[in-house]
């Protein structure tokens, strides 16, 4: 089992909330179910003037909507999504956790599999990396490597590549849900197809019947 596994695990293990915690990567994505009237909370630690992404998607399930929370570290509600399919929230954050929930508590039947990706910008990581590099620069014989420039399109590639990666995810999470609309679609017409079906049999099973009795002659000879 996978290290987001043994956290949805224990997200589900808690009496009144779920509560996960994913690591400071700056793309993370995630799909799990939430069962019917429960309530299921992860937490992101972040840095100050940070940035932090996040998207959801109701995959499949009834109606498919969920309520849907962001609070601060300090508790104050920043998002609330009451009812949606999906949603795209960005906040400028401060130090400390934030947490977000997906609600199904109005739902008594039907349980929802809800994708979401976060990104998180500004970590303070990319700066650190550049320091790195610049150690490895010294003195004046190396200052036509435009090291800046080098960096600037190094960044550049990463982030478009970062982007590519996240479009991809979003299109498969779109498969999905119109893969599991249409196989719902599906189910309905085979189903109503045979209630019509037998409908038909049973009409025209009374319809032989009546013309049979309207037909038949029913005087006795007498001997």
């Not at 400071?24 to 932090?52: I, N, V």
């Amino acid at each position: 089992m996978g290290p987001r596994a043994v956290l949805l695990v224990l997200a589900a293990g808690c009496a009144a909330l779920g509560a996960a915690e994913f690591s400071p990567s700056l793309d993370s994505d995630f799909t799990f179910t939430l069962p019917a009237g429960r309530r299921e909370c992860f937490y992101q630690p972040m840095r100050k003037d940070a940035s932090l992404e996040l998207e959801y998607q109701v995959l499949d399930g009834a109606g498919l909507d969920v309520d849907f929370h962001l609070l601060s570290p300090k508790g104050e509600t920043l998002v609330f999504d009451e009812r949606k399919s999906d949603g795209v929230h960005t906040v400028e954050t401060e130090d400390g956790d934030y947490m977000f929930c997906f609600d199904n508590t109005f739902s008594t039947i039907s349980e929802k599999v809800i994708f979401f990706e976060l990104i998180l910008d500004n970590m303070g990581e990319e700066g650190q990396d550049q320091e790195d590099w610049k150690k490895y620069v010294t003195g004046t014989d190396l200052l036509d490597m435009k090291l800046e420039d080098i960096l600037e399109s190094i960044n550049s590639v990463k982030a478009r590549l970062s982007k590519s990666v996240q479009i991809q995810t979003l299109l498969r999470a779109f498969e999905a849900r119109d893969r599991n609309i249409q196989e719902s679609n599906f189910d309905r017409v085979n189903f109503w197809s045979m209630v019509n079906l037998g409908v038909m049999v049973v009409v025209s099973a009374v319809q032989v019947y009546m013309l049979k009795n309207l037909f038949e002659d029913k005087r006795k000879s007498r001997t």
